[in-house]
């Protein structure tokens, strides 16, 4: 089974459309990958669907590597990126490079993620430098929707398409291999699109990018406390969940499991030695 490369995800821009979804643990990792997708991100998206936070911000690097090394132990061909939390790269570049170094050395990961544009060039000039591939991420960057106004369409007008533009030449040359559009008007993730030589990958910035990402949770429908507008659900999980477990606690309670199919045997009969056992106790 041939690993997919950084190099692998470049020479797709303009070939075949690139497939990703977010994976927090071996076992969903296994099940997407079996799948046939292209790439999965350990998103910081697990401190809201996994972790219980209101917002990506409270993650830390600890529990980021320990997500990003169960997605990559099960993973034999999928390109696997590590989401780098808020508060991991921002301080310098030496901070980024040592906690980026970490993603590929402890967690296994192939490449980090990155948000932020021409304000971050600096930070991505490092880690590229130090051998760490960087996937960038504007539009909607969730660690900074509070600055934004909270979570909205970015882009809107010409000004801030023109900067979204700026922010992603600037990126491509400082040497990401891909850049995340979240959030954009359609029209202008196409320009950006055709602008950059790099692969983009699109949420909620319609179909001209190059490739697109979903939460897993969402397009499984496994994530009840809200459903951005932008995801296509695929299937609904949740009610099939609640309605197992359900007939499953009825089973234990009403004694219809575990039967007998369920149970193991024995040669011996230990009706002697519960009889041995309840004489000893009286």
């Known amino acids: 089974m041939k690993k997919i490369t950084v190099k692998d995800f470049r020479e797709r821009k303009g070939e075949k459309k690139i497939s990703l979804l977010t994976a927090y643990d071996a076992s969903t990792a296994r099940l997407l990958e079996s799948a046939g997708i292209d790439a999965l991100l350990v998103g910081d998206s697990l401190g809201m669907v996994v972790l219980g936070y209101d917002s990506t911000l409270p993650v830390t690097m600890e529990q980021m590597l320990h997500h990003a090394g169960a997605v990559s132990r099960g993973t034999e061909r999928a390109l696997v990126i590590g989401d780098m939390p808020f508060g991991s790269y921002q301080i310098s570049a030496e901070q980024a490079v040592a906690n980026g170094l970490r993603f590929m050395k402890e967690a296994g990961c192939a490449a980090v993620?990155?948000?932020?544009?021409?304000?971050?060039?600096?930070?991505?000039?490092a880690l590229v430098r130090a051998g760490v591939p960087v996937m960038g991420h504007i539009g909607l960057t969730p660690q900074t929707a509070g600055q934004m106004g909270g979570f909205k369409v970015q882009g809107k007008d010409m000004a801030a398409a023109r900067k979204l533009l700026a922010d992603a030449k600037a990126l491509e040359e400082v040497g990401i291999f891909s850049l995340v559009l979240e959030a954009l008007p359609a029209?202008?993730?196409?320009?950006i699109t055709a602008t950059v030589s790099v692969p983009?990958?699109?949420?909620?910035?319609?179909?001209?990018?190059?490739?697109q990402v979903l939460v897993t949770n969402d397009l499984l429908g496994l994530f009840e406390?809200?459903?951005?507008?932008?995801?296509?659900?695929?299937?609904?999980l949740a009610p099939e969940i609640?309605?197992?477990?359900?007939?499953?606690?009825?089973?234990?309670?009403?004694?219809?499991?575990?039967?007998?199919?369920?149970?193991?045997?024995?040669?011996?009969?230990?009706?002697?030695?519960?009889?041995?056992?309840?004489?000893?106790?009286?």
């Open 113 to 125: 993620k990155v948000e932020g544009g021409s304000d971050i060039c600096t930070i991505v000039r």
């Open 187 to 191: 029209s202008l993730a196409a320009v």
């Open 200 to 211: 983009t990958i699109g949420i909620g910035a319609g179909p001209h990018c190059d490739g």
């Open 225 to 236: 406390k809200f459903l951005p507008s932008f995801v296509k659900q695929y299937v609904n």
């Open 242 to 282: 609640k309605k197992a477990v359900q007939g499953y606690i009825c089973e234990v309670e009403n004694g219809a499991f575990p039967r007998t199919e369920h149970s193991f045997a024995s040669k011996e009969d230990f009706t002697a030695l519960l009889a041995k056992a309840e004489d000893s106790s009286s």
